[in-house]
């Protein structure tokens, strides 16, 4: 009753089905998908948008036109929620008409910082192709180094895809029908069921009982398992400026088995000052209690929530309101905003000409969703459209950095605290990173957690191995050494390693350093190496102005190659920009160095050692 004016009402046609799915690893992918779906409503479209991972992969061959919206992970691997989806489609035994009759498109999404930039949409497009499916278009590749992020390139995309799909031989608009305008508002997607005051005193018993009542032993988003804090220890000294912590998870009684490269996802809680500010700045109840949120739009996904809830725990959970908004949010906002100046500013952050201007006020200033609404005082909107404006919370992704073997019944996270000034002098803080650092072992707070595979395997015990750590990216190599640290104990063989670490000072930050010098003397650790960049001795020494891991690599070229020379596998965790790209191009000039070489023919060795993922 009171979607009213200007809406999205009412326009789809039974007849003009499309389908989006979307592989999404952060959030950005699941974004794109319901752009999409958004532009497909305004050209009278029916639409489902869907997550890969809840897509019955047995109706593909029905589907008559399908829209993928996909990330590229790493090194170019599938996103976590499309991993089942991509290995049915692999499957051998498929006929190679088995999509015969469907037309599709796919947009990526990546980074080409990656030697392998949106590689999963550039496969997804050629298996579909190989099963009889139909392009209907070039593969997007939206690209996060571009300026304007991948907004660019998806407004170009899409302004080819619409006049294929609405060309004559296809879809072409109902006869008396025009394109919606862009500005329209969609009705919320979801109806909060509001209690009253008798339902709040029948819901406060629910509400102080419920706990993981019914938990499975499959943990996943869905099902996370509730663990409690058995350490949290500060590795860097209290007058260094950045914060690390290694926190270790009790998950006694989960049934949690994990391997060394395995991945512990974290879904954080905002904290609760941020989260009250937030609603009072709002002019919402923090003690309204949610009995339910009622789908008012066809094909939305909404996370599993246990019901009821207060509204001020719902938006600890599950909004995030102190994360860097797109620009749909700046749309949404726009319909709002009472005063003039204010509306006319917000609708041209969400145009495709303000998309500079809206990095430069949005993503260069870091500003949370919060900071834009507090930017706009005339901003009011009700409840209905909160749970619109503002995204789910998305749960973080840590590299275990514990072996199971060494530690049972436990999972070890070495983190950095998020913690920086923006550009006009703004605090910002990261959300998962606070909210784990302030949490105390001993109040008996629980943390929503889950295992997905990694992407990184530790080889055959015997295989020599050379990882390559800077700062925290060395969290996955302590659970390696850790392992094969436990298989030499029990008598097994393990092949040599060498490990090469980087951080900015030996007395403030050189993390789990007795560590490394146990493991060495053990025998587990052939070789180490520790590039510190702030040692200004050692940089003049070596005429350079600072010592990355880089450098120690060529420094140790007689040991890397000694190594390579037995079939080791090499491993690179860290930053992304230019850390992968100069330790590839120092591998490949230890190989020129100590194999006597031309650069083509190093070049072939690394090229064929990534051929057999090694």
């Not at 930039?117 to 939206?142: E, M, T, W």
Request: glycine letters at 6%.
């Amino acid at each position: 009753k009171f979607i009213k004016g200007n809406t999205m009402e009412n326009i789809s046609n039974t007849e003009r089905v499309l389908k989006v799915l979307y592989g999404s690893q952060t959030g950005t992918a699941q974004e794109v998908g319901e752009r999409l779906g958004r532009e497909a409503k305004r050209r009278h479209f029916n639409v489902i948008v869907q997550s890969l991972e809840h897509y019955d992969w047995t109706q593909l061959p029905g589907e008559e036109l399908i829209l993928f919206s996909v990330s590229t992970t790493g090194q170019g691997v599938v996103p976590d929620s499309m991993k089942m989806f991509w290995n049915r489609l692999l499957r051998g035994k498929l006929k190679n008409d088995l999509l015969e009759g469907v037309q599709f498109g796919v947009f990526g999404l990546g980074d080409s910082s990656y030697p392998r930039f949106n590689a999963v949409a550039s496969k997804l497009h050629k298996r579909l192709i190989q099963l009889g499916a139909k392009p209907i278009i070039r593969v997007g590749k939206g690209n996060d180094q571009d300026p304007t992020g991948y907004e660019g390139e998806l407004d170009i995309w899409l302004d080819e895809l619409w006049k294929v799909i609405l060309s004559p031989d296809m879809y072409p608009l109902p006869s008396g029908a025009h394109v919606l305008p862009d500005g329209i508002l969609e009705p919320p997607s979801f109806i909060p069921i509001v209690a009253s005051k008798e339902d709040k005193l029948k819901a406060k018993t629910m509400i102080e009982t419920k706990d993981n009542e019914g938990k499975r032993k499959e943990y996943s988003s869905l099902n996370p398992f509730f663990s409690p804090l058995k350490s949290n220890e500060r590795l860097t000294c209290q007058d260094w400026d950045q914060d690390v912590r290694l926190i270790a998870f009790d998950i006694e009684g989960s049934g949690m088995n994990y391997s060394p490269g395995d991945v512990v996802y974290i879904l954080p809680l905002n904290s609760y000052e941020d989260s009250l500010s937030f609603l009072n700045h709002l002019g919402f109840d923090p003690n309204t209690l949610l009995l339910d949120l009622f789908p008012n739009q066809s094909g939305k996904e909404r996370k599993t929530i246990q019901f009821p809830i207060k509204l001020i725990d719902y938006t600890r959970r599950y909004l995030d309101f102190m994360g860097t908004m797109r620009r749909h949010f700046f749309q949404l906002l726009s319909h709002f905003a009472t005063n003039p100046t204010e509306k006319e500013r917000l609708e041209y952050f969400a145009s495709s000409e303000g998309q500079e201007d809206m990095r430069f006020y949005n993503w260069r200033e870091k500003r949370t969703a919060f900071q834009v609404i507090q930017d706009f005082p005339s901003l009011k909107f009700p409840l209905e459209y909160l749970f619109d404006i503002i995204p789910p919370i998305q749960p973080r992704a840590f590299s275990i950095s514990s072996s199971l073997k060494a530690h049972p019944q436990e999972i070890q996270v070495t983190m950095a605290v998020v913690k920086f000034k923006t550009m006009m002098g703004r605090m910002r803080k990261g959300v998962c990173s606070s909210y784990l650092a302030n949490l105390d072992p001993q109040s008996g707070e629980k943390v929503a957690i889950w295992i997905t595979k990694g992407l990184m395997k530790l080889p055959n015990p015997q295989i020599p191995i050379i990882m390559v750590g800077p700062g925290t990216g060395l969290a996955i190599f302590r659970a390696f050494l850790e392992e094969r640290q436990v298989l030499k104990k029990e008598g097994i063989a393990i092949g040599k390693s060498a490990f090469f670490f980087g951080c900015r000072n030996k007395e403030k930050d050189y993390l789990h350093s007795d560590q490394w010098e146990s493991l060495q003397k053990e025998g587990v650790l052939t070789y180490f190496s520790v590039a510190f960049s702030r040692d200004k001795v050692e940089a003049e020494k070596a005429n350079r102005a600072k010592t990355y891991v880089q450098h120690k690599i060529v420094e140790c070229s007689k040991q890397v190659w000694e190594l390579l020379s037995e079939g080791a596998f090499i491993y690179v965790s860290g930053s992304s920009g230019r850390m992968p790209i100069d330790v590839r191009d120092a591998f490949k000039t230890c190989i020129q160095k100590e194999k006597q070489c031309e650069e083509d023919e190093a070049e072939k060795f690394i090229t064929e050692m990534e051929r057999q993922n090694r």
